[in-house]
């Protein structure tokens, strides 16, 4: 009825024949006893088994590249061999890149807590500020949200754009010298697969000059570098060689795993900063364990070496038809309605839903009685709130192809229905 205008130009009686409609369609699915899980960004059951050969890899053959016996103690940088894999993610050399244990998230909560209390390298501590704080763009990822809550430390918005951070939002709030880091999702971020332009890139790399805390960080969590899955695919100016033409390296910390490359439980995380900081890392790290697991380095560097594209060249024909049925559900369903807006990423592992203000959390709700579970609203901000509840989250790399249709089906008919609702209200 509406598809050739926009919701919001209906009369009120084509609002309530519309509503009538809808829910008559929805009163039908919530018969249908459904079972559907869009709420985090997992491979799914193909992905992992595209490194199944992993187990056999090593061949009884446990000597690295440099002579190390990985089956003993050591080894707190990793081994030579796994370095140039992060090399490789990160775009950084591999001698300014350490290999540690399976959790990236692990690898930033150390940082964060060594630059909180103790300082990172040569700077001094966060928790000599007032009220430390980080920044973080928003839409974004709630696991880093959850570190700094963990950690104490104040959150501050910033919106992204299409071209990362809105850097005049970022520039003015810098000047505040409790704001000493900002969190980045560089390429796909989660969860609107924005990419960074160069340029915002570089003004990255040169923040931290400008900024008013001289202990200022820049967080940059690569967990998206090689998860391509449309041409042509995204690129990503290197922040290690925009840090290093400002003079900025030990004020920019870079993170990475295999996690959605080989098994997302047993994969090698990385992380990179200048000498200093590197130093402090290794320090900490050397308090905590006798070294990482360089067994499952090595077979990661031997499974991966030399053949990383070819490997996520076949997660790619695994996720691109989910993420083209996402793309196609919306534009079907939701297209020129004048109530919601998405994005279409080139790759990574979501895709960001706009909803008219204030219905996020109503729509969740509607699809979860319907089947359907989402993220919860709001999860994409720091501390589970949306100021204008409107940002849903999408997930569709671990549910079946056909489930992500149906879901999609039961999400936007929710999206019309509360859309539809809601504009009925506003003019009575």
């Known amino acids: 009825m509406c598809n050739d205008m926009t919701m919001k130009s209906l009369s009120a009686a084509e609002l309530a024949q519309l509503i009538e409609e809808l829910s008559t369609a929805y009163e039908r699915l919530q018969g249908n006893n459904l079972k559907l899980d869009l709420t985090r960004g997992k491979p799914d059951a193909q992905q992992l088994a595209l490194s199944d050969a992993l187990?056999?890899?090593?061949?009884?053959?446990?000597?690295?590249?440099?002579?190390?016996?990985?089956?003993?103690?050591?080894?707190?940088?990793?081994?030579?061999?796994?370095?140039?894999?992060?090399?490789?993610?990160?775009?950084?050399?591999?001698?300014?890149?350490?290999?540690?244990?399976?959790?990236?998230?692990?690898?930033?909560?150390?940082?964060?807590?060594?630059?909180?209390?103790?300082?990172?390298?040569?700077?001094?501590?966060w928790a000599e500020a007032e009220s430390p704080t980080i920044l973080c763009p928003v839409p974004g990822y709630d696991r880093h949200f959850t570190v700094c809550e963990e950690l104490g430390l104040a959150m501050r918005c910033v919106d992204m754009t299409?071209?990362?951070?809105?850097?005049?939002?970022?520039?003015?709030?810098?000047?505040?010298?409790?704001?000493?880091?900002?969190?980045?999702v560089p390429k796909y971020s989660n969860p609107t697969g924005v990419t960074y332009s160069a340029e915002t890139v570089e003004q990255m790399a040169q923040l931290p000059a400008s900024a008013a805390a001289d202990?200022?960080?820049?967080?940059?969590?690569?967990?998206?570098?090689?998860?391509?899955?449309?041409?042509?695919?995204?690129?990503?100016?290197?922040?290690?060689?925009?840090?290093?033409?400002?003079?900025?390296?030990?004020?920019?910390?870079?993170?990475?795993?295999?996690s959605k490359i080989t098994f997302a439980g047993a994969g090698?995380?990385?992380?990179?900063?200048?000498?200093?900081?590197?130093?402090?890392?290794?320090?900490?790290?050397?308090?905590?364990?006798?070294g990482p697991d360089k067994v499952n380095q090595l077979r990661h560097a031997r499974f991966l070496g030399g053949r990383l594209r070819e490997h996520m060249a076949k997660h790619a024909e695994l996720l691109a038809p989910k993420f083209a049925c996402v793309e196609e559900k919306l534009s079907q369903e939701l297209a020129d309605l004048g109530i919601a807006s998405w994005t279409k990423p080139n790759g990574g592992y979501f895709v960001s839903l706009d909803v008219m203000p204030g219905l996020a959390r109503k729509i969740i709700a509607m699809a979860a009685g319907a089947g359907v579970t989402l993220t919860?609203?709001?999860?994409?901000?720091?501390?589970?709130?949306?100021?204008?509840d409107r940002n849903i989250r999408i997930a569709p790399t671990y549910a079946p192809l056909a489930d992500v249709a149906t879901s999609l089906d039961i999400l936007t008919l929710c999206v019309r229905l509360a859309s539809a609702r809601t504009l009925l209200e506003q003019m009575q």
């Open 55 to 125: 187990d056999g890899v090593l061949a009884g053959d446990y000597m690295a590249s440099d002579g190390t016996d990985v089956r003993n103690y050591g080894g707190l940088l990793g081994l030579p061999e796994t370095r140039a894999l992060g090399a490789e993610l990160m775009d950084t050399p591999a001698d300014a890149i350490i290999a540690g244990g399976n959790s990236s998230l692990q690898l930033m909560f150390i940082t964060l807590e060594l630059a909180l209390h103790q300082g990172l390298g040569n700077l001094i501590p």
């Open 215 to 258: 202990n200022f960080l820049v967080l940059w969590d690569n967990a998206y570098a090689v998860h391509d899955f449309a041409e042509p695919h995204d690129e990503l100016a290197s922040i290690h060689s925009a840090a290093a033409a400002a003079g900025t390296s030990d004020h920019i910390v870079q993170f990475a795993s295999t």
């Open 376 to 388: 919860p609203a709001g999860a994409t901000f720091p501390y589970g709130d949306d100021p204008r």
């Open 162 to 184: 299409e071209t990362g951070p809105d850097m005049a939002q970022v520039a003015r709030a810098v000047a505040d010298p409790n704001v000493v880091g900002i969190w980045n």
């Open 268 to 290: 090698v995380a990385f992380v990179a900063s200048g000498e200093h900081g590197n130093a402090a890392i290794v320090k900490r790290l050397s308090t905590m364990t006798v």
